[in-house]
């Protein structure tokens, strides 16, 4: 039974890490395409379009975040950093780097 209790963790750690790449991507894409096209071209429908995927990703981030810190039983502190790193350019791929990749080959 503990198996299979590793395994739903395993994945949800494998999830969060997808969906934090894919927010951090793009949070990326939003700040230095979309908006620029929205102000200096005149061309609001790239943002339209990127703000609602990225939206949606910033929601998914948040529920598998909540998800591996009780899978993992995270400290506040770390669950904090991990949903700071959300909000900073570049923070979701620092996350990944230094607290992630190493925890998901510790399991």
Known sequence: MKGIFNSIEMKSLSTFR?????EGISFLI???IAMPLKYMMDMPLPVRIV???H???FVAYVFFLLMVKI????SLWKTALAFIASLVPFG???LD????KPESKIS
């Open 71 to 74: 899978d993992r039983k995270w």
């Open 55 to 57: 939206g949606i990703l």
């Open 18 to 22: 997808l969906i934090a790449l894919l």
């Open 30 to 32: 939003l700040i230095f």
């Open 97 to 100: 780097a230094k607290v992630l």
């Open 51 to 53: 703000g609602m995927a």
């Open 92 to 94: 979701t791929f620092v």
